[in-house]
């Protein structure tokens, strides 16, 4: 699942018009380039969740043809926060563990060995499984932090790492959420964590929180070739 519904309050204008996970790093938009990494590691089937501006978001990506994977949509009317958005989606996601990438990421992660990491999560194991990056400048402090064992804290004594948004889950982690009501992961996840049943890894590639124009900037000149003028000014 690719996680799409948020207005990107911190991207406007650019995103009074355009949904954020459709602006344009390296001559495509930041969610084609999670399609085409979850393709290229054999994911069967993807979710995206919209909200503001969703209509163009399908009308951008179709039913996934012109990518080998196929897409389903999970339309809310207003944004249900990411682990209300979660819920809603588990009719089409089924009942077996499964991905999420937040859509304003980017990131050089193994999609292919985090699928193979989902699918041993159980609904009375380990719950989730994180992906946890060095902290950038905008959060220093980071989320959580990480054991040898890979179990994943919330543990101010420890070295703390940031939450990449991206993880693997067992739907049994949102059996207690209403399908429709707003609901955050972030309260999920350290009841798993103090219950021992969130593991994660450290990813030292390429990660980006995508979430100011600086930022989008920041990384479109980094994909494009020399001397290509910026795709969103």
């Known amino acids: 699942m690719i996680l799409a519904a948020g207005r990107g309050e911190r991207m406007r204008p650019l995103t009074?018009?355009?949904?954020?996970?459709?602006?344009?790093?390296?001559?495509?938009p930041l969610i084609v380039w999670h399609i085409e990494r979850l393709a290229a590691a054999g994911i069967a089937g993807l979710v995206i969740n919209h909200a503001h501006l969703g209509q163009m978001i399908e009308d951008a990506l179709g039913d996934?043809?012109?990518?080998?994977?196929?897409?389903?949509?999970?339309?809310?009317?207003?944004?249900?926060?990411?682990a209300g958005g979660i819920a809603?989606?588990?009719?089409?996601?089924?009942?077996?563990?499964?991905?999420?990438?937040n859509g304003d990421v980017f990131c050089d992660a193994?999609?292919?060995?985090?699928?193979?990491?989902?699918?041993?999560?159980?609904?009375?194991?380990?719950?989730?499984?994180?992906?946890?990056?060095?902290?950038?400048?905008?959060?220093?402090?980071?989320?959580?932090?990480?054991?040898?064992?890979?179990h994943v804290v919330d543990d101010g004594r420890r070295e703390r790492l940031t939450f990449s948004g991206i993880g693997a889950y067992h739907p049994a982690l949102f059996a207690g959420i209403a399908p429709d009501q707003p609901a955050k992961l972030a309260p999920l996840l350290r009841a798993a964590m103090a219950a021992g049943r969130v593991t994660g890894a450290r990813h030292d590639g390429r990660w980006i929180d995508?979430?100011?124009?600086?930022?989008l900037a920041e990384l479109d000149a980094s994909l494009q070739p020399a001397g290509t003028p910026p795709v969103n000014a």
């Open 16 to 28: 009074d018009t355009c949904p954020k996970p459709l602006l344009a790093a390296g001559g495509k």
């Open 64 to 82: 996934g043809t012109r990518f080998g994977l196929p897409i389903a949509y999970s339309s809310e009317s207003s944004a249900l926060e990411t």
């Open 88 to 101: 809603r989606a588990l009719p089409l996601l089924g009942e077996a563990p499964f991905v999420v990438v």
């Open 110 to 150: 193994d999609f292919a060995a985090l699928a193979r990491t989902a699918e041993g999560l159980s609904a009375d194991g380990a719950l989730a499984h994180l992906l946890l990056v060095p902290n950038p400048a905008h959060n220093p402090g980071g989320d959580f932090g990480l054991l040898p064992d890979g």
């Open 210 to 215: 995508v979430g100011t124009p600086a930022r």
